[in-house]
């Protein structure tokens, strides 16, 4: 019996990993950008972060909420309401400045956290005002494998049968 709460606790962590993705998004200096994060269904509360913690974009009991917004990010920052009813929170952000390179992340309680990192277009320009990120943090999408675990899920699940 004990045997089948560690094999649900370790199911359970395995899920929970899979919960977490990394988007990496290029900008042009000064341009706008479209910054991804979207799940299945609709969900009241979603709140922005910059990689320092400061207030980005929020969406509270459904609505947009700029009350604690960052000033650095004052009258950037819009997203698509609209939408809001299919699961999708992406936000824009304007007139892209090298301050604004780095992670972000969209924060659903209880769902999700997308990470999503910027930087610049690979460029000339833009190379020297880029700063050099860390191992790890760059690819794009990157989610844990389907097939591997659908595989892991399923052999746990076999495990719980016994």
């Known amino acids: 019996m004990e045997i089948r709460s560690y094999v ?3 199911l359970l962590l395995v899920i929970d990993k899979a919960s977490a993705q990394i988007v990496t998004v290029e900008a042009d200096l ?3 950008v479209i910054l991804p994060c979207s799940v299945r269904r609709y969900e009241k509360d979603v709140f922005w972060r910059d990689g320092n913690s400061k207030s980005v974009y929020d969406i509270i009991t ?8 960052d000033a650095a990010y004052k009258d950037r920052v819009d997203s698509f309401p609209l939408e809001f009813e299919k699961g999708n929170y ?8 090298p301050t604004d390179l780095g992670r972000y992340s969209c924060h659903i309680p209880n769902s999700i ?7 610049f277009k690979d460029t000339a320009e833009t190379r020297v005002l880029e700063p050099t ?4 943090n760059s690819g794009n999408m990157k989610t844990a494998s389907g097939t591997s675990l659908f595989l892991l899920i399923c052999v746990l699940l076999r495990s719980l049968a016994y």
Do not use: E, M, N, Y
Request: net charge positive; hydrophobic share 40%.
């Open 8 to 10: 649900l606790f370790a």
């Open 30 to 32: 000064g341009g706008s």
């Open 62 to 69: 459904g609505k947009v909420d700029f009350h604690d917004q």
């Open 90 to 97: 992406s936000i824009r952000l304007r007139d892209v400045k």
């Open 113 to 119: 956290t997308v990470f999503v990192q910027l930087k």
């Open 133 to 136: 990120l860390k191992p790890g």
